[in-house]
C-alpha cells in the first residue's frame, strides 16, 4: 500500500510538472513570434484590398499602396528580401480577429490605435495620423453634424467612424458595410446622405470622384495609425518599433508618401499632415 501511495504521489507531480511545463510553452508562444517568422522565412501581413491609395489590389492582382510599400520594407529588413511577404487581405471588422487566431502576423491596414483596441492588441510605433472626416456629393453636400438630422449616414462596420458616431450621436442613423467598395458604392447609389470614413481616404477618394466634396474635412480628435501584433508579442513588438523609427530615420516613410500618396494629394495636403516622422 505505501509503494502504491508513494507512485500515485509520483505520477501526481509528474502530471503537475508536465501541465506547468505546458503552461510555460503556451506563454512563450506569443513572445517567440518573431523566432517562428524567421524560422518560417516568411511574414504575413494583413493589408486592405479596396482602400486606395492605401492598400489595393490592382488589375494584376497585386497589392499595391503606401502600407503595401511599407509592408515591403519591413520584410526586406526582417527576411532580407521584399518578396517573403505574404499579403493578406482584411476588413475593418476582422483585424483584431486575423491576428488573435494567428492567421497574420502584423496588421498594416490602416489600423487606428484606439484604447479599446489596444486592450486585445499590442501596437507598435504609429507612422501615420489621422481624424475622421464626412463626404458627400457636391449637390447635396453636408459640411455638418446638424445636416444629418433625419439622414442617413454610411460607415464601414468596426471602423472608428462606427464607433464615433455611435457613441456620441445615436440618434444619426447608421447604414454599415464590410467593405468599402461597399461603402461608396452606396453612397453612389444615395442610399445615404454621406460617408464618414478616415479623412485621408475620403480626401484622396473626392480626388478620383469630382462629383463629390469632403464637406466636413476633420471631426474629433487627431488619431494615430500604427502596426498592431498579437496581445504578448513582446520581441516583434519590440523590433517593429525600432523598425518604424528605422523607417522614418532613413527616408523609405518619406519615399513611400512620394510614390503612393502624393500623386493622389498633390499640394494640397502637406506630407507632414500626414506622416508621423517622430525620429
Same mark, same amino acid.
Request: aromatic residues 8%; hydrophobic residues 40%; glycine residues 6%.
Given at each position: 500500500?505505501?509503494? #502504491?501511495?508513494?507512485?500515485?504521489?509520483?505520477?501526481? $507531480?509528474?502530471?503537475?510538472?508536465?501541465?506547468?511545463?505546458?503552461?510555460?510553452?503556451?506563454?512563450?508562444?506569443?513572445?517567440?513570434? %518573431?523566432?517562428?517568422?524567421?524560422?518560417?522565412?516568411?511574414?504575413?501581413?494583413?493589408?486592405?484590398?479596396?482602400?486606395?491609395?492605401? +492598400?489595393?489590389?490592382?488589375?494584376? $492582382?497585386?497589392?499595391? /499602396?503606401?502600407?503595401?510599400?511599407? $509592408?515591403?520594407?519591413?520584410?526586406?529588413? %526582417? *527576411?532580407?528580401?521584399?518578396?517573403?511577404?505574404?499579403?493578406?487581405?482584411?476588413?475593418?471588422?476582422?483585424?483584431?480577429? #486575423? %491576428?488573435?487566431? !494567428?492567421?497574420?502576423?502584423?496588421?498594416?491596414?490602416?489600423?487606428?490605435?484606439? =484604447?479599446?483596441?489596444?486592450?486585445?492588441?499590442?501596437?507598435?510605433? =504609429? #507612422?501615420?495620423?489621422?481624424?475622421?472626416?464626412?463626404?458627400?456629393?457636391?449637390?447635396? =453636400?453636408?459640411?455638418?453634424?446638424?445636416?444629418?438630422?433625419?439622414?442617413?449616414?454610411?460607415?464601414?462596420?468596426? &471602423?472608428?467612424?462606427? &464607433?464615433?458616431?455611435?457613441?456620441? #450621436? =445615436?440618434?444619426?442613423?447608421?447604414?454599415?458595410?464590410?467593405?468599402?467598395?461597399?461603402?461608396?458604392?452606396? *453612397?453612389?447609389?444615395?442610399? /445615404?446622405?454621406?460617408?464618414?470614413? !478616415?479623412?485621408? *481616404?475620403?480626401?484622396?477618394?473626392?480626388?478620383?470622384?469630382?462629383?463629390?466634396?469632403?464637406?466636413?474635412?476633420r471631426l474629433g480628435e487627431v488619431e494615430y495609425i500604427a502596426p498592431a501584433v498579437k496581445k /504578448?508579442?513582446?520581441?516583434?513588438?519590440?523590433? %517593429?518599433? !525600432?523598425?518604424?523609427?528605422?523607417?522614418?530615420?532613413? +527616408?523609405?516613410?518619406?519615399q513611400a508618401y512620394q510614390k503612393t500618396l502624393l500623386p493622389?494629394? $498633390?499640394?494640397?495636403?502637406?506630407?507632414?499632415?500626414?506622416?508621423?516622422?517622430?525620429?
Amino acid at each position: 500500500m505505501k509503494h #502504491y501511495k508513494k507512485l500515485t504521489a509520483l505520477f501526481i $507531480g509528474l502530471a503537475t510538472l508536465t501541465s506547468l511545463l505546458s503552461g510555460c510553452d503556451d506563454s512563450n508562444k506569443a513572445t517567440d513570434a %518573431l523566432a517562428q517568422i524567421k524560422q518560417n522565412d516568411v511574414v504575413r501581413i494583413g493589408v486592405f484590398g479596396d482602400k486606395p491609395p492605401f +492598400g489595393y489590389v490592382d488589375k494584376q $492582382g497585386q497589392n499595391q /499602396g503606401f502600407d503595401v510599400e511599407i $509592408g515591403k520594407a519591413i520584410t526586406a529588413d %526582417l *527576411l532580407g528580401d521584399a518578396n517573403k511577404v505574404q499579403f493578406v487581405v482584411v476588413e475593418a471588422a476582422n483585424r483584431v480577429e #486575423y %491576428l488573435q487566431s !494567428d492567421k497574420v502576423d502584423i496588421i498594416l491596414a490602416n489600423f487606428t490605435h484606439t =484604447p479599446a483596441r489596444a486592450e486585445v492588441v499590442d501596437f507598435a510605433k =504609429p #507612422y501615420m495620423q489621422v481624424a475622421l472626416g464626412i463626404a458627400s456629393p457636391k449637390d447635396a =453636400p453636408i459640411d455638418s453634424i446638424e445636416a444629418l438630422k433625419d439622414k442617413t449616414l454610411i460607415v464601414n462596420k468596426g &471602423t472608428t467612424a462606427d &464607433t464615433y458616431f455611435t457613441k456620441h #450621436y =445615436p440618434e444619426i442613423k447608421l447604414l454599415k458595410f464590410e467593405q468599402n467598395t461597399e461603402t461608396f458604392e452606396a *453612397l453612389r447609389d444615395k442610399r /445615404g446622405a454621406a460617408v464618414a470614413h !478616415d479623412n485621408t *481616404l475620403l480626401l484622396a477618394w473626392s480626388k478620383e470622384n469630382p462629383t463629390f466634396t469632403v464637406g466636413v474635412p476633420r471631426l474629433g480628435e487627431v488619431e494615430y495609425i500604427a502596426p498592431a501584433v498579437k496581445k /504578448g508579442n513582446d520581441k516583434l513588438l519590440t523590433w %517593429l518599433n !525600432d523598425e518604424i523609427r528605422q523607417l522614418a530615420n532613413d +527616408g523609405r516613410l518619406h519615399q513611400a508618401y512620394q510614390k503612393t500618396l502624393l500623386p493622389i494629394y $498633390g499640394d494640397d495636403i502637406k506630407e507632414d499632415a500626414i506622416l508621423v516622422n517622430d525620429k
